[in-house]
T-cell receptor, first 114, second 115 residues
Framework: SQKIEQNSEALNIQEGKTATLTCNYT??????LQWYRQDPGRGPVFLLL?????KEKRKERLKVTFDTTLKQSLFHITASQPADSATYLC?????????????FGQGTELSVKP | ETGVTQTPRHLVMGMTNKKSLKCEQH?????MYWYKQSAKKPLELMFV???????ENNSVPSRFSPECPNSSHLFLHLHTLQPEDSALYLC??????????????FGPGTRLTVL
């Protein structure tokens, strides 16, 4: 089955720097990949979706890359702010008979210090 | 209300109790989901409903029983739970019938503690 790995250790960076989070996967070739943000005690919030034929996608200070050869996605937050502190989840589709479902990684906790 | 709502937000129950979690989506979506999130573990998909029909059950114990009376409402009925069932239970919805290539919208979750 699909296996997804994200940086298990928390990432601590200084305000203004670029945060880079990694999502690696095995055993499948997903058609798309999604990134979500989750704050403590809250549900995840969708950020970006990137398809297999897209190398890069941007939204404001966020950038996602998708390398299907390396089976890896990188998630970048430029000019990071303390308000960006949260856990970031990547998710891949898994196909079953009647459609698809998302399989989530365990998430990487990001802490941006002022 | 907008988005996806869940009630209650917090629930403490004994192992012999019966309780229900409720989820309502105000987005006109066709698919709804129940997830379990335990500390330091990935979200675990429990149930998927598409157009009110259950299409996926990830081998969840029978002490969890879902119900989807219409496309806007989803319930999770709980009975004779175990302490290891304590977790954050999240409901989500998506536009498409299967969630494929569709972002999911999550509710705030119900923090469940089983004593």
């Amino acid at each position: 089955s699909q296996k997804i790995e994200q940086n298990s250790e928390a990432l601590n960076i200084q305000e203004g720097k670029t945060a880079t989070l990694t999502c690696n996967y095995t055993n499948y070739s997903p058609a798309y990949l999604q990134w979500y943000r989750q704050d403590p005690g809250r549900g995840p919030v969708f950020l970006l979706l990137i398809r297999e034929n897209e190398k890069e996608k941007r939204k404001e200070r966020l950038k996602v890359t998708f390398d299907t050869t390396l089976k890896q996605s990188l998630f970048h937050i430029t000019a990071s702010q303390p308000a960006d502190s949260a856990t970031y989840l990547c998710a891949l589709e898994e196909i079953y008979n009647q459609g698809g479902k998302l399989i989530f990684g365990q998430g990487t906790e990001l802490s941006v210090k002022p | 209300e907008t988005g996806v709502t869940q009630t209650p937000r917090h629930l403490v129950m004994g192992m012999t109790n019966k309780k229900s979690l409720k989820c309502e989506q105000h987005l006109g979506h066709n698919a709804m989901y129940w997830y379990k999130q335990s500390a330091k573990k990935p979200l675990e998909l429990m149930f998927v409903y598409s157009l009110e029909e259950r299409v996926e059950n990830n081998s969840v114990p029978s002490r969890f029983s879902p119900e989807c009376p219409n496309s806007s409402h989803l319930f999770l009925h709980l009975h004779t739970l175990q302490p290891e069932d304590s977790a954050l239970y999240l409901c989500a919805s998506s536009q498409g019938p299967s969630g494929r290539d569709n972002e999911q919208f999550f509710g705030p979750g119900t923090r469940l503690t089983v004593l």
